[in-house]
T-cell receptor, first 111, second 113 residues
Framework: QKEVEQNSGPLSVPEGAIASLNCTYS??????FFWYRQYSGKSPELIMF????GDKEDGRFTAQLNKASQYVSLLIRDSQPSDSATYLC???????????FGIGTKLQVIP | NAGVMQNPRHLVRRRGQEARLRCSPM?????VYWYRQLPEEGLKFMVY????????ESGMPKERFSAEFPKEGPSILRIQQVVRGDSAAYFC???????????FGDGTRLSIL
């Protein structure tokens, strides 16, 4: 079983819609959760991090964490073509544990 | 620029040569991570270092690959006797501690002829 599961996509949404990206994980000890955006040929860019159950909002982005169900999601409201990228879910278990990345979900926002 | 600095951005080597990739962490960061990414694939963890110490090298091949983060100077990822399969993008990231978000450099694209 993979430690961090993401649907590789592509996920296609029309411009202006809400994009919902999901990630599940197997390690119940995971404490810190991160979402990165990676444009083709570029490096990953941190866009959100969340440590506690519930929602965390930043502009058009909302991260949701449910530790009981072991999933974390990212919602992008009012999706724009410039949001088209691969979104990587990542987490670690604290201490000296390395961060584990999912394979990423490719998002396509259709104008 | 206070971000993570990697150089060179592009590196071309012939089979059998050595490749040296450098990474200077963000100011104030003492934790450095190296990842490898093949086209259309995810990030693969290689090694996690703090100043003068290798904390976790579980993702690094046992042969030909080595990494260091000396007391002074950048972290170095060294690949000896490169082969075609080493062609990839190598990303370095840094963080203030192991629980804080990692910030990535622009990467080094390694091409093996």
């Amino acid at each position: 079983q993979k430690e961090v599961e993401q649907n590789s996509g592509p996920l296609s949404v029309p411009e202006g819609a809400i994009a919902s990206l999901n990630c599940t994980y197997s390690d119940r000890g995971s404490q810190s959760f991160f979402w990165y955006r990676q444009y083709s040929g570029k490096s990953p860019e941190l866009i959100m991090f969340i440590y506690s159950n519930g929602d965390k909002e930043d502009g058009r982005f909302t991260a949701q964490l449910n530790k009981a169900s072991q999933y974390v999601s990212l919602l992008i409201r009012d999706s724009q073509p410039s949001d088209s990228a691969t979104y990587l879910c990542a987490m670690n278990s604290g201490g000296y544990q390395k961060v584990t990345f999912g394979i990423g979900t490719k998002l396509q926002v259709i104008p | 620029n206070a971000g993570v600095m990697q150089n060179p951005r592009h590196l071309v080597r012939r089979r059998g040569q050595e490749a040296r990739l450098r990474c200077s962490p963000m100011k104030g960061h003492s934790h450095v991570y190296w990842y490898r990414q093949l086209p259309e694939e995810g990030l693969k963890f290689m090694v996690y270092l703090q100043k003068e110490n290798i904390i976790d090298e579980s993702g690094m091949p046992k042969e030909r690959f080595s990494a260091e983060f000396p007391k002074e100077g950048p972290s170095i990822l060294r690949i000896q006797q490169v082969v075609r399969g080493d062609s990839a993008a190598y990303f370095c990231a840094s963080s203030g501690d192991s629980n804080q978000p990692q910030h990535f450099g622009d990467g080094t694209r390694l091409s093996i002829l």
